[in-house]
């Protein structure tokens, strides 16, 4: 279980006030005492969603489902920067992301930490062929 607490959503509510949705997702977290996936997955039910896996399990597929997003170097310099405003902003202008979803999706992922939810997407380049050689001698 993912435990967010009353310190942290009151931080996300000083930062995400003007945002209604992410206002309703904060206050359910918070009438689940803080389980972010029991709250995600409420959400995701009132959403049309059928998740059919666990609660843990559901949210961090569901995450994963948009690591390649959430972690393009424009989202990821402003989670790092704690620019979550800007980043719920690019979120819902897309269609195809659930909007209701945003918030418990992106705590999830500063819990997680950004680097380490990123890192899969960090894997490194294969080596440069020179001329046919891969030594550079």
Known sequence: MTKVTSQEIALFRSQLADDSSAME?????????????????????????????????????????????????????????????????????????PESLATPVLIYVLKQGVTDFCAPMDKPTPPQWNNGNMCNF
């Open 25 to 97: 997702a904060l206050d359910l977290i918070e009438d689940c005492d803080g389980d972010l996936e029991d709250a995600a997955m409420s959400l995701a039910i009132r959403a049309g969603q059928e998740p059919g896996i666990t609660n843990s399990e559901w949210l961090d597929a569901m995450a994963r489902k948009w690591r390649s997003l959430i972690c393009q170097q424009e989202y990821r310099e402003d989670l790092l920067s704690s620019s979550v405003v800007r980043i719920m902003e690019r979120l819902k202008k897309m269609p195809s992301f």
